[in-house]
């Protein structure tokens, strides 16, 4: 099984090593060629499951599922988000609601192929 690498994680990497490859321009020295270093993978497929890849380590379902809610809140920054974001998942998990937001445009009643 191949397993490919997410977007936030090669984004958040290959920004540090622009960050690093400009001061080292800055200081007259070459570029460092970028090598992305795979963490490992999470993924929620469900209530109360979850797939991780964490190395040699492959596991699914609950326990995978709590690996991915502590992962996910510890890389959150401040105490307040962190209770904000537990809250949240507690609430639409107590009560089955959806968490998932959507963006479709503009809020408005739908157009008529005429313009009106």
């Not at 490919?4 to 020295?29: C, K, V, Y």
């Not at 460092?32 to 993978?41: E, I, R, S, T, V």
Request: zero cysteines; charged letters at 15%.
């Amino acid at each position: 099984m191949k397993i490919e690498a997410g977007i936030a994680p090669a984004a958040i990497q290959m920004g540090r090593h622009t960050a690093a490859n400009l001061l080292r321009s800055l200081r007259g020295e070459p570029p460092l060629p970028f090598q992305y270093k795979n963490k490992g993978l999470l993924a929620t497929i469900g209530r109360g499951a979850a797939v991780a890849a964490i190395g040699k380590l492959r596991m699914a379902g609950w326990i995978a599922w709590w690996l991915w809610l502590l992962v996910h809140i510890f890389f959150l920054i401040g105490f307040r988000n962190r209770f904000m974001v537990v809250a949240g998942w507690a609430y639409a998990y107590l009560t089955w609601r959806r968490g998932a937001r959507l963006i479709t445009g503009d809020s408005g009643p739908p157009k008529r192929p005429d313009g009106q």
